[in-house]
């Protein structure tokens, strides 16, 4: 039997930090939430997690990859996050590939495609937008089906929620 390789040990990382980041969304849901979390990785350490917690704060911006930026930022004492990866439960929005391109995180490891806002892939491609001063290496697709059924129970759940308090003729 031979040794496993490096892209192979860097898988079994990858699907060990997304299931730290999978707790973090665990935490979403309890809270009401919408069951995304993240974490951040410097020299193999995390160093910030965090889950959605825009209904809790009250603020649009309050998602977990910004949060979990924000954490890294401080830990590292620094806006330049060169050296980190971050571990996301879903393909990033818009404002949050912003936020990663202008925080320099050169690795973005995320689980669950998000075909009506991912701007990874999905819809956009910013992080690897070559008209962009700082470009990403992505690795999509890690422990999707967990990270994508977590969101789909979870919006099931709502559903059911809702049908049940309207009257019977709003059914």
Same mark, same amino acid.
């Given at each position: 039997?031979?040794? #496993? ?15 730290? +980041?999978? =707790?973090?969304?665990? !935490? ?5 939430? !919408?069951? *995304?979390? =993240?974490?951040? *990785? ?5 160093? +910030? &997690?965090? @889950?959605? %917690?825009?209904? %809790?704060? &009250?603020?649009?911006?309050? @998602? ?11 830990? %590292?004492?620094?806006? /330049? ?6 571990? !996301? ?7 949050? +590939? ?5 925080? /320099?995180?050169?690795? *973005?490891?995320?689980? =669950?495609?998000? #075909?009506?806002?991912?701007? *990874? ?18 690795? #999509?697709?890690?422990? +999707? ?8 129970? $979870? $919006? ?7 049908? &049940? ?7």
């Amino acid at each position: 039997m031979t040794a #496993p390789n490096s892209e192979q040990l860097q898988r079994v990382e990858d699907e060990r930090l997304m299931g730290l +980041a999978l =707790a973090e969304a665990a !935490v979403a849901a309890a809270a009401d939430e !919408v069951p *995304v979390g =993240a974490v951040i *990785v410097y020299n193999g350490k995390v160093i +910030a &997690s965090a @889950h959605n %917690q825009r209904e %809790q704060l &009250s603020d649009p911006t309050a @998602h977990a990859e910004m949060i979990a930026i924000t954490q890294a930022a401080s830990a %590292q004492n620094s806006w /330049r996050l060169e050296d980190c990866t971050l571990v !996301v439960t879903l393909e990033p929005c818009p404002m949050c +590939a912003g936020a990663i391109v202008q925080a /320099r995180i050169p690795r *973005v490891v995320y689980g =669950a495609e998000d #075909p009506k806002a991912g701007a *990874v892939r999905s819809l956009y491609n910013i992080l690897e937008d070559s008209r962009l001063n700082h470009r990403v290496e992505v690795v #999509p697709g890690i422990l +999707a089906e967990k990270c994508g059924r977590l969101l789909t129970d $979870f $919006f099931q759940q709502k559903r059911l929620s809702a049908k &049940s308090i309207l009257p019977n003729h709003e059914r």
